[in-house]
């Protein structure tokens, strides 16, 4: 590792033994986008470490990039410009401290994988039910830096909802300890929801109390073909209206992403002969007594009553129901084989959905041939509206046109009351889409408030506001 | 009406026709104890009058309090010391400006009551879920300010949860506009709930978008006999392991409670001819198919066969629910009518809750001669633990040790992980408080924010920051 005298005069100031090799993973980010700049890559084992490192990049004048699992799709991870960073891994704070299964609440370090936040409340016979794709990869503290989301929105909340309290480390180098495991603490204000969704600008997570959320007695998954986006939502609302909040998850899938599959993942088992314009996929969990199963079939049998399902599968064992959720989970691997032109992470109002859809391929024709696939939390509002070439075409075809296009949708989506970042984040990618879109009141406040605590400015700079 | 000459100046400012007479309930607080200065009271008919007051208070230096239905129970809405305030009533703010039924969201403007917001969901097939005592008074904006909570945040969450988007002003005087109906909605800091929880020190909410859940298919209330708030818990853990989701309140009552109600109320019926040490009050929502009823009897069946309960009722109607309620709600009132030598809004994590009672019980009985009710929403670690005269005394003969006795509670309360305001918030009454026992790092923080947004101190001075 070869250092620059700036760098020397920093790592002489960190606690010994943070340093770690600069491995390539720490300069790259998923969608291959964005690049790093190598500086130093530290990596503390606990709080105390954690404020060392901080306060010493701020005396040096060092920028301070935290990072996670790495798969952020914002480069909030990543700082592809000015000088060199210093990277703040938490890979090595990654204990579960404490478990309370009684209580439903586990403090776990920011460097816990999702998954084995996961695995540590399904020991004690609960739930941590924050789910999403990369939860092997992602880390409990970008999940929170992020209010990552996910499949079980719907009913659990985002990241910020199965949160109760944090341990961070303030832009000041301080250590501000707030790990309550309390559902009910209003003693000033919400710094946790603050920091949370910070994407690490206003400081850095190093713990979290988690909710462990009790496990429902059944579960029942179901794919059921839908006409169209607005039949999927009236079917959800009948959903909702026989079984109280059980249900856990509601995706839409594309006929488009069911394509993409049967071209790249032939082996991926697919519920329909014939590949259906729409389908949704509906998880529910239920009280004991009454049957996942019947409530199910029930389901169905009053969706093609009202005419809004046409023709389903409700999974008959736990293995058939994991081969659905594969299915979904399988679409962004799908997407990217054939590679994206852009992808876009939007949210709507439930009841504009529809119409914004229709509006967009319309539009979207009238742009030149592609293909759109439309997928994702649809019980949230939230979409991921992706564009691809057309058959035979490749996708630098468009370079021209890519960020045009992008801004085209997401302008629609503001006109509608929309966001253009539903669950990604702003990062390094949208910050200038927030410096447009965003409520000039609502933005300067948050400036205010960065610089009131960050006023050096060395915590993640260029995410959330643009550089410079 | 007779003002000031600094009161003629700042009227001077106004929008024309703002100006209220000073009733003498603009002055009041619910259980008597702070009483405000009389100054102005302006209740704008929109956001741009609310702005318009707010820059011209900035311009003569003058104090805002903002001012809801006024049931807050720790002095956010009364100011008693310094130079009499403009008193800012969102009471003609009191609009339901939207309701978008198959999203689930209505949108209201502060003045509305918490009962009007629940009625317009109720018109539409859903639900507000959140509910308390106060709600035919308590207003959407105060509500807010405070993070309310009240007896479904079990199922529900408390205020915070279910708002997705506010219109404020801030203390600059210009107005945020964020009424977004997303469920998702990643763009940068949360302002929302930041100002969510701030009482009015970092602006004045005027409008939310408001969550409206879908309505149980089936809802159900028992009462039931525990010996200790231990077995009540392991009771909770029994239903939501067998009920999902399904529990959504679960109250526990004392039988000192029960006492002051039969001396008090002896018209409210009670469910046993002895008064039992405990009694949790549980209510289910539930999938259609299943009978609350069944649903009930099956955890009263189990909850006896593993000794956790000793009796139970088990509502036959709506009817007997109300009365089940209705007791629960008197409580309160059975408090008042006794005179509380001290009262306490605490939380607590739920596995050291019973081990708290015990110990402060202990405590308390060799401070003096006393009764304790310690009731509340358990199943979120949320108890009034509040002190009463031994029987035949006086309050006032306890008022040389009142002080110590609150100070003792909380530092144990404190001590064991759990806050000293669980629903109520900090206001006036706990400012001290909260400097005393808040991490000094988040106080300091929390400061920081304040100064940065609120330079002047314009924005209800001496709430959750003592004056001066």
Chains 1, 2 share one sequence.
């Not at 079984?243 to 594309?254: D, K, Q």
Request: charged fraction near 20%; include cysteine.
């Amino acid at each position: 590792m070869s250092l620059s005298a700036a760098d020397d005069r920093l790592a002489a100031r960190l606690p010994s033994g943070v340093l770690r090799e600069i491995a390539p993973t720490y300069l790259e980010e998923p969608r291959g986008r964005f690049h790093g700049r190598a500086g130093l890559v530290a990596a503390p084992r606990d709080v105390e470490e954690t404020a060392a490192i901080i306060r010493a990049c701020a005396e040096a004048g060092v920028a301070v990039v935290p990072r996670g699992g790495g798969t952020g799709l914002v480069a909030g991870q990543i700082m592809s410009d000015g000088p060199a960073p210093l990277i703040l891994s938490l890979e090595r704070m990654s204990a579960i401290r404490d478990v309370f299964p009684s209580e439903g609440v586990m403090i776990a370090e920011s460097g816990v994988t999702l998954q084995q936040a996961r695995d540590a409340a399904a020991q004690v016979g609960r739930q941590f039910p924050l789910s999403l794709a990369s939860q092997g990869t992602a880390q409990i503290g970008g999940v929170l830096s992020t209010n990552a989301g996910g499949v079980n929105v719907l009913r659990y909340g985002n990241a910020r909802a199965l949160c109760l309290g944090i341990e961070a480390v303030l832009p000041s180098g301080q250590i501000m300890r707030d790990l309550k495991r309390l559902r009910k603490d209003n003693t000033g204000y919400d710094l946790r929801d603050l920091l949370i969704g910070a994407e690490g600008t206003l400081g850095v997570i190093t713990a979290a109390s988690l909710v462990m959320a009790p496990l429902p007695a059944e579960n029942g998954v179901a794919m059921m073909q839908v006409a169209d986006p607005e039949a999927a939502l009236d079917l959800l609302a009948l959903a909702q209206g026989r079984m109280a909040g059980g249900v856990t998850a509601f995706e839409l899938i594309s006929g488009q992403g069911l394509r993409f599959l049967r071209q790249h993942f032939p082996q991926i088992r697919q519920p329909f002969d014939d590949i259906p314009d729409w389908i949704a996929l509906i998880e529910v969990g239920l009280p004991a007594g009454l049957g996942a199963d019947a409530a199910l079939e029930g389901l169905f049998a009053a969706g093609l009553e009202s005419g809004l399902v046409s023709d389903g599968v409700i999974a008959q064992s736990g293995q058939q129901a994991a081969e659905m959720w594969g299915l979904r989970e399988h679409i962004p691997l799908g997407n990217r084989a054939v590679g994206a032109i852009a992808s876009h992470d939007i949210s709507l109002p439930l009841s504009v959905i529809g119409q914004f859809i229709r509006d967009a391929q319309v539009r979207l024709a009238q742009q030149g041939d592609m293909r759109i696939n439309c997928f994702g939390h649809l019980g949230d509002g939230n979409l991921h509206f992706n564009l691809f070439p057309a058959e035979g075409r490749r996708r630098e075809e468009y370079d021209d046109i890519r960020r045009d296009l992008s801004r085209m949708i997401h302008e629609m989506v503001v006109e509608r009351g929309g966001s253009f970042s539903a669950e990604h984040g702003v990062g390094r990618l949208k910050a200038a889409d927030l410096a447009r879109w965003g409520d000039p009141v609502r933005v300067q406040a948050m400036r205010t408030i960065k610089q009131a605590l960050d006023p050096a400015g060395i915590m993640n700079p260029g995410v959330i506001f643009p550089a410079g």
